[in-house]
């Protein structure tokens, strides 16, 4: 992703110092804008990480939606592959005998989710799978330190969490003695704005997707 390159050398950094996972979360300045659609842009990747999305998103006839949608938060191939691990699936026939769109729709949403319009507290929002796959979505303040010679200085960034509900949002009056905990999953990228109108943010590679039938 482009404006994952552009902060590479801070990236770099980063992952000798942490030795961090294998996905990137990008603290710097970058052009969020593309000329490209939702879609396009996408498909285009330089590093084809999103082929097997793609294939998804074509399967169940949501090119349209995807460009439409005012916030999407996009998973990557990295992701499907634990899914089909996860459940047993030897081949996409099966993810695609096995699920529904709603594995892309739980990830779109009407209005436009950025870090202006987020709290550090989940807020709840309605996708387009509805009902089956209650989400909302929170804003976390990270840091890294860089080393210099005879100093040291930290900088600090914000990134975006989706939030799968399950069962009440954690925290909630009266919740039951066994509700689950939710599931909160991190962007590596936040804030891509396309040309179709989309605010498009890139889930971390180790995304737990939610397999609705």
Same mark, same amino acid.
């Given at each position: 992703?482009? %404006?994952?390159?552009? /902060?590479c050398? *801070?990236c770099i950094l980063l992952?000798c110092?942490?030795?961090k996972? +294998?996905y990137? /979360?990008? &603290? &710097?300045l970058?052009? !969020?804008?593309?000329s490209l %659609? #939702?879609? $396009?842009?996408l !498909?285009?990747? @330089?590093?084809h990480?999103?082929d097997?999305?793609?294939l998804?998103i074509?399967?169940f006839g949501?090119?349209d939606s995807?460009?439409?949608a005012?916030?999407?938060?996009?998973f990557? $191939?990295? !992701?499907?592959n634990l899914?089909m691990a996860?459940?047993?699936?030897? =081949?996409l026939? $099966?993810l695609?005998?096995n /699920?529904s769109s709603?594995?892309i729709t739980q990830y779109?949403?009407?209005d +436009?989710? +950025?870090l202006?319009?987020? #709290?550090? %507290?989940?807020q709840?929002?309605?996708?387009w799978?509805?009902?089956?796959?209650p989400? &909302?979505?929170?804003?976390?303040?990270?840091?890294?330190?860089?080393?210099?010679?005879?100093s +040291?200085?930290t900088y600090t960034?914000?990134?975006?969490q989706?939030?799968?509900i399950?069962g009440?949002l $954690?925290?909630s009056a009266?919740a039951?003695?066994?509700?689950?905990a939710?599931l !909160?999953i991190s962007c590596? /990228?936040?804030g891509?704005?396309t @040309?179709?109108?989309?605010?498009?943010?890139v889930?971390?590679?180790? @995304? =737990?997707?939610n397999n *609705?039938?």
């Amino acid at each position: 992703m482009k %404006s994952l390159y552009i /902060t590479c050398s *801070i990236c770099i950094l980063l992952a000798c110092a942490c030795k961090k996972e +294998s996905y990137l /979360t990008d &603290g &710097g300045l970058h052009n !969020a804008n593309t000329s490209l %659609s #939702t879609y $396009d842009y996408l !498909a285009q990747h @330089a590093a084809h990480y999103f082929d097997t999305t793609i294939l998804l998103i074509d399967h169940f006839g949501l090119k349209d939606s995807v460009n439409k949608a005012g916030t999407f938060f996009a998973f990557t $191939d990295y !992701a499907i592959n634990l899914l089909m691990a996860k459940e047993g699936y030897a =081949s996409l026939g $099966d993810l695609y005998n096995n /699920t529904s769109s709603k594995i892309i729709t739980q990830y779109l949403f009407t209005d +436009s989710i +950025s870090l202006y319009n987020t #709290t550090g %507290s989940v807020q709840l929002e309605n996708n387009w799978a509805g009902a089956p796959a209650p989400c &909302g979505v929170k804003k976390l303040q990270g840091a890294y330190t860089v080393n210099l010679t005879n100093s +040291s200085a930290t900088y600090t960034f914000y990134y975006l969490q989706y939030v799968k509900i399950n069962g009440v949002l $954690d925290g909630s009056a009266n919740a039951p003695g066994d509700d689950p905990a939710d599931l !909160a999953i991190s962007c590596q /990228t936040t804030g891509i704005r396309t @040309a179709t109108g989309t605010t498009l943010h890139v889930l971390v590679n180790n @995304a =737990s997707i939610n397999n *609705i039938q």
